[in-house]
């Protein structure tokens, strides 16, 4: 393809240099529809290259005390909270969420994982267990796998892609990390930082490209024996099954079909602004958005009223605007799948009540090409419809109404996923009640979105296998012995 700007051409970053690939793909900012990056197709020779720098740089980096790596980490939480304003931009360019986003969120957390590991590696404790009558001690000892592969999706790109590598070296791996394809910049930019912060050659090795030819690489490779990946169930389904020959530990952070379950005694000053944030945030790409709202039926015509008129509070515009609450979605490809589902529930009889199809998209001259879609809540869907039923990644809600707390539990337990719910009422009882059946790996009540990184996260069912978090990521990038001695 021509290209008529002089564009970005990012490189790998191997054993601590930048370097060039033989091939790249083309990267579009999608807000305007332009390609304005190109991004490394590596593969086999490229992964091969950065596991063997990581190899190379364990022996050293295994062996510094929690307290060194912790410094470092530290180090680099503060170098790219220096910078925060420019990845903050190049994030919102990239993946083409709002700069407000970016700013408030994404890139302050990824400063905030690596502070938080830095940190929380100094306090885990092993097991002791004694035996008095056997005249045995027995005690657990932990130690860093070795070379970690981490694979990242394109909703939270930094954000995620940190959430992997601090705990991950902070437990003393070194790793091969492979963004999305479709948005790296952010992870470039902070390869340019890891010297400064005092990071070693061939700890943090970053290799560009898309899943089919990098990822494979790396899943494959039998020299990494553990794969933290986050993304979509159907690329797990793969990467289980290219990785089963050699055994590897698998943590699997994947899609989900969150339910938002609203009772007739919930606060809905508090409940309808959460919930119409929960469900387009980031433009409905988080994970965790919630994509069925259940509404008892004694206050489902108010609440649908109410829900309808804050969402079209929402201004969907130019990215870089701070005005703009939603900004373009990832791709055309992904927008066009998105309005498909749309399109879908309408023929199937559902209403839509906002956004797609209904309400003018006024958008700036600029972005006349960007893949842009207005806020919109679907009523009146049927729970076995595919809206109801599959994850559609984007600013799109259904609401239902409901009977019963039985009924509820029921339905909204009637998908393959379990990842996030909601739960909204004034009854502590029955918000522990519900939030005991709910098959769903985090549960938030009368709230969205309040995270400990102390406390596991994942899901269940679809939605993942295994668990990250303080502890657990602790425990998934290292390898427990237990060790008894007679004394
Ligand atoms: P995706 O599965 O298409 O891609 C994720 C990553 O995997 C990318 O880096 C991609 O290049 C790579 N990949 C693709 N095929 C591969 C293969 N065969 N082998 C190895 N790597 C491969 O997902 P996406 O579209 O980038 O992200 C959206 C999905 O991620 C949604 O389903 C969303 O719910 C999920 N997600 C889950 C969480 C969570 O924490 N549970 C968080 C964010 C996003």
Not at 116 to 138: K, Q, Y
Not at 191 to 201: I, M, N
Not at 439 to 449: A, D, H, K, R, Y
Request: neutral net charge; proline residues 6%.
């Amino acid at each position: 393809m021509a290209h008529s700007k002089a564009l970005l051409v990012l490189e790998n970053f191997i054993g601590g240099k930048f370097v060039p690939c033989s091939s790249y793909i083309d990267s579009y900012n999608p807000s305007t529809g332009d390609v304005y990056c190109r991004v490394p197709d590596s593969g086999k020779e490229e992964v091969e290259a950065a596991v063997k720098a990581a190899k190379d740089a364990f022996p050293i980096w295994s062996s510094k005390s929690p307290l060194e790596r912790s410094q470092i980490l530290n180090k680099l939480a503060d170098l790219i909270e220096h910078d925060l304003e420019a990845f903050a931009q190049a994030e919102s360019k990239d993946q083409g969420k709002t700069i407000t986003f970016a700013r408030t969120v994404d890139i302050p957390r990824a400063v905030h994982n690596f502070r938080f590991f830095a940190s929380s590696i100094l306090h885990h404790v092993t097991e002791c267990t004694e035996m008095p009558a056997m005249g045995c001690v027995h005690y657990t000892s932990r130690a860093p796998v070795g070379v970690a592969g981490l694979i990242s999706p394109w909703n939270l790109p930094l954000y995620l892609l940190t959430w992997k590598i601090a705990p991950a070296i902070a437990c003393g791996n070194t790793v091969v990390a492979k963004p999305s394809e479709m948005t790296s910049v952010t992870a470039w930019m902070m390869c340019q930082l890891l010297e400064k912060a005092g990071v070693p050659p061939g700890v943090v090795n970053v290799v560009f490209g898309t899943g089919a030819k990098a990822g494979e690489a790396l899943v494959c490779h039998p020299e990494v024996p553990l794969i933290s990946f986050t993304g979509s169930t159907l690329t797990a389904q793969r990467i289980t099954e290219r990785s089963a020959p050699h055994c590897k530990r698998l943590s699997l952070e994947l899609g989900g079909k969150n339910p938002a379950i609203i009772f007739d005694d919930a606060d809905l000053s508090q409940c309808i602004p959460t919930t119409v944030r929960s469900s387009f945030a980031n433009q409905g790409e988080i994970c965790l958005c919630t994509s069925r709202i259940f509404v008892q039926r004694g206050i489902y015509s108010e609440f649908l009223k109410r829900f309808v008129a804050e969402a079209k509070k929402w201004k969907t515009g130019n990215p870089s605007d701070p005005t703009s609450d939603v900004g373009a979605l990832i791709s055309k490809e992904h927008l066009e799948k998105v309005r498909t589902y749309v399109k879908k529930a309408q023929a199937e009889g559902a209403r839509v009540l906002c956004g797609e199809g209904v309400d003018p998209l006024a958008l700036p001259p600029g972005n006349q090409k960007g893949y842009f879609m207005l806020p919109t809540v679907i009523a009146e869907v049927k729970d076995e419809s595919c809206c109801m039923q599959e994850e559609i990644f984007g600013p799109v809600t259904c609401v239902v109404a409901f009977d019963t707390e039985e009924e509820v539990i029921r339905r909204a337990n009637g998908v393959k996923y379990g990842l996030a719910a909601t739960v909204w009422s004034s009854n502590v009882g029955r918000v522990h009640r519900v939030a005991h059946r709910l098959q769903s790996g985090l549960v938030w009540t009368n709230c969205w979105l309040v995270r400990d990184l102390n406390l596991p996260f994942g899901g269940m069912k679809a939605s993942g296998i295994g668990r990250e978090g303080a502890k657990d990521s602790y425990e998934f990038f290292t390898e427990v012995k237990t060790i008894t001695i007679k004394h």
